[in-house]
């Protein structure tokens, strides 16, 4: 079975850092660009950045510019995003998930999400 | 950025009805060398997350029923689902993944009448 798994949210002051990650299985991690989409409480998707497949290629919602930073290791499967000046704004389900294979393309799967409270 | 609209923001439905969820971009999001058109739709429950019915703007999803079905073409689109099942309700997101930042629409939630 196709899946992503993420893992590190929490509760965290403003102005703190908190890093995510995101495990694959089931497929060829390598072979697909991954976001990160949150979704703030009772809000609707935001798409926060991307990764190309071998990771030279990222880029970034405006929104957290600066202060995010994704990377992944094909050898471990793993993605990351690391969250750094975190604030309040910040709260939301952060969910991991996968372009088709191919062209820039739709997002197939969906982790869970971890949740990240940002609140003093 | 490219805006998605989407409308209505609330749906009810009765069973075995047709719903049709509409969406509008800002800007064509139709690659013309490609003649794709790069929307996708997707079906959320409470507690759950995404769930990718429909690509290239009328692609079905391996799995998705075929009551789900997805037309339009540049800027503007719908998703029809012909019948609606209990199972249905949900909120429905329309995306463009045309050019970042990939922006969604602000959903649609559909219910039961």
């Known amino acids: 079975e196709m899946q992503l798994v993420e893992s590190g949210g929490g509760l965290i002051q403003p102005g703190g850092s908190l890093r995510l990650s995101c495990v694959a299985s089931?497929?060829?991690?390598?072979?697909?660009?991954i976001h990160w989409v949150r979704q703030a409480p009772g809000e609707g998707l935001v798409w926060v950045s991307h990764?190309?497949?071998?990771?030279?290629?990222?880029d970034y919602a405006d929104s957290v510019k600066g202060r995010f930073t994704i990377s992944r290791d094909n050898a471990k499967n793993t993605l990351y995003l690391q969250m750094n000046s975190l604030r309040v704004e910040d709260t939301a389900v952060y969910y991991c998930?996968?372009?088709?294979?191919?062209?820039?393309?739709?997002?197939?799967?969906w982790g869970q999400g971890t949740m990240v409270t940002v609140s003093s | 950025d490219i805006v998605m609209t989407q409308s209505p923001d609330s749906l009810a439905v009765s069973l075995g009805e047709r719903a049709t969820i509409n969406c509008k971009s800002s800007q064509s999001v139709l690659y013309s060398s490609k003649n794709k058109d790069y929307l996708a739709w997707y079906q959320q429950k409470p507690g759950q997350p995404p769930k990718l019915l429909i690509y290239?703007?009328?692609t079905r999803e391996s799995g998705v029923p075929d009551r789900f079905s997805g037309s339009g073409s540049g800027t503007d689109f719908t998703l029809t689902i012909s019948s609606l099942q209990a199972e249905d309700v949900a909120v429905y997101y329309c995306?463009?993944?045309?050019?970042?930042?990939?922006?969604f629409g602000q959903g649609t939630k559909l219910e039961i009448k």
């Open positions: 290239w703007a009328s």
């Open positions: 998930t996968r372009d088709q294979p191919g062209d820039p393309n739709a997002f197939d799967i």
């Open positions: 990764i190309s497949r071998d990771g030279s290629i990222t």
């Open positions: 995306q463009q993944y045309y050019r970042t930042p990939y922006t």
């Open positions: 089931g497929f060829r991690f390598s072979d697909n660009w």
